[in-house]
């Protein structure tokens, strides 16, 4: 599968004349939108696409604190340490999220979202 990201990847660039720098941009913001659709637009989630393996990594990225005031960006330093025995107030610690995790319509957020952007670079290169 990720290879053929990849490969899907360069082909768009190809055709369409746009940077595969920008298509995995558009990737990542897409996925990026449909997580926080999934789970909560106050959830730190960020999204990296390896350009070489295609490997897609989706975390949600909590700062440890003494008192947990918001649960969604926040984790105590107790439950940290369940964790990560070396966490430290301030740290911050991520937890993968499993693509499938996301869901159909978080899918279809996906897709019109790189769609959009794969538009608007068409759009910036030819002005």
């Keep these: 599968m990720n290879r ?3 490969s899907v990847i360069d082909e768009l660039g190809r055709q369409k004349g746009i940077e595969k720098s920008r298509v995995i941009g558009a ?3 897409a996925l990026q939108m449909a997580a926080k659709k999934r789970f909560g637009q106050a959830e730190n989630i960020q ?15 909590k700062t ?12 105590s330093l107790q439950e940290a340490r369940q964790f990560d025995s070396e966490a ?3 740290d911050e610690i991520g937890s993968v999220i499993e693509m499938s995790d996301l869901g159909r319509i978080a899918a279809q957020t996906a897709k019109q979202v790189i769609f959009q952007k794969v ?6 290169r030819l002005f």
Excluded at 119 to 124: G, K
């Design 47 to 61: 999204v990296e696409i390896d350009s070489k393996t295609g490997e897609i990594s989706v975390v949600s990225k």
């Design 88 to 90: 430290e107030v301030g």
């Design 64 to 75: 440890i604190v003494d008192a947990v005031t918001n649960p969604k960006t926040e984790v």
């Design 27 to 29: 990737i990542e913001a």
């Design 4 to 6: 053929e990201l990849i």
């Design 119 to 124: 538009r608007e670079a068409e759009w910036s």
